[in-house]
């Protein structure tokens, strides 16, 4: 690939979804934008580059800018956010909105919807108490594909085994060969919708909880300081935001504080 694609490509991957492709993740580009290539009839990933020079096609920009998306995700990924869901964040939640007995939660980089899904299960592990509470559960991501999965639910046995425990993997999936979908009273749960998070997050309206996990690592730091601004701007005073392990709020954002004792949670700085 000339110097010319590879800069073609990466400004407009940057300018599309955030993604900071350095010249070392080159190798990414031929992997991935190869079947992209092939599914719309050409032999090379330099013949797809010139097509979308020439043409401006958006139909290949967004198979191009989905295709170079990490979609990784797990249930129950690295377990101790999720604990901390179950045992501080819902609770004081369930606390701070005891009259309006109602909340939402933005799972905002939802791929496959293991996180959301995840969310969903503590919340109907609850039980009793979150009875007459109305709780939403949005799933957003830029990746028309990868959210038609999520809404299907219908994960490998390799997926599932991946950080579901075997009493809610049985309690809450049924089995179809050797596939396993997340029954409907769970999936009717969470709505999935396609929402770019470089765009402005108003549309969405208010979130109490916001996972927004393992995204931000592929933006630079002046995108990431302009999401988290988006991010503050629909969360109410007493709102709690959780990224992910390799994340932080930390000379990013001044909008944030990390929360004293709960790892990987941040609050609003009033
Ligand atoms: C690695 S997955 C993270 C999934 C989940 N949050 C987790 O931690 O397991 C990152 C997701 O971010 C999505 N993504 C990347 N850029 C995005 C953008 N600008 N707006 C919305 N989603 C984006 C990708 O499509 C991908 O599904």
Redesign the pocket.
């Known amino acids: 690939m000339t110097p010319d694609d590879f800069n073609y490509i990466s400004a407009l991957l940057k300018n599309r ?3 900071v492709l350095s010249q070392d993740k080159a190798y990414l580009l031929e992997s991935r934008l190869m079947p992209v290539a092939r599914n719309s009839g050409m032999q090379s990933v330099e013949e797809l580059i010139s097509k979308m020079r020439m043409t401006s096609d958006s139909g290949l920009i967004t198979n191009v800018t ?1 295709a170079m ?6 249930f129950f ?1 690295d377990q101790k956010p999720f604990d901390l869901f179950r045992d501080e964040l819902l609770p004081e939640l369930m606390e701070n909105r005891a009259s309006e007995k109602s909340m939402r939660i933005w ?5 496959s919807g ?2 959301a899904y995840t969310l969903a299960i503590l919340l109907k592990e609850a039980g009793a108490k979150m009875a007459g509470w109305r709780c939403d559960i949005v799933g ?4 028309h594909e ?1 959210l038609d999965k999520a809404r299907e639910g219908v994960y490998t046995q390799f997926e599932v085994q991946r950080g579901m425990p075997i009493q809610l993997l049985v309690k809450y999936f049924d089995k179809y060969d050797d596939q396993w979908q997340i029954k409907p009273e769970i999936r009717k749960s969470v709505a999935f919708k396609y ?4 765009d402005s997050l108003k549309p969405l309206g208010k979130f109490d909880i916001v ?1 927004c ?3 931000l690592i ?1 933006f630079d730091p002046e995108t990431k300081t302009k999401v988290l601004s988006e991010i503050a701007k629909i969360m109410p005073p007493d709102g709690m935001l959780v990224l ?1 392990g390799a994340e932080t709020v930390l000379g990013i954002s001044e909008r944030f504080t990390p929360v004293k004792g709960k790892r990987g949670v941040y609050e609003l700085v009033q």
């Open positions: 979804s955030g993604l989905e998306t990490t979609n990784e995700s797990f990924r799972s905002a980089a939802a791929s293991q996180e957003t991501d830029i990746s990868i929402f770019n998070l470089l996972y996990r393992n995204v592929y992910g």
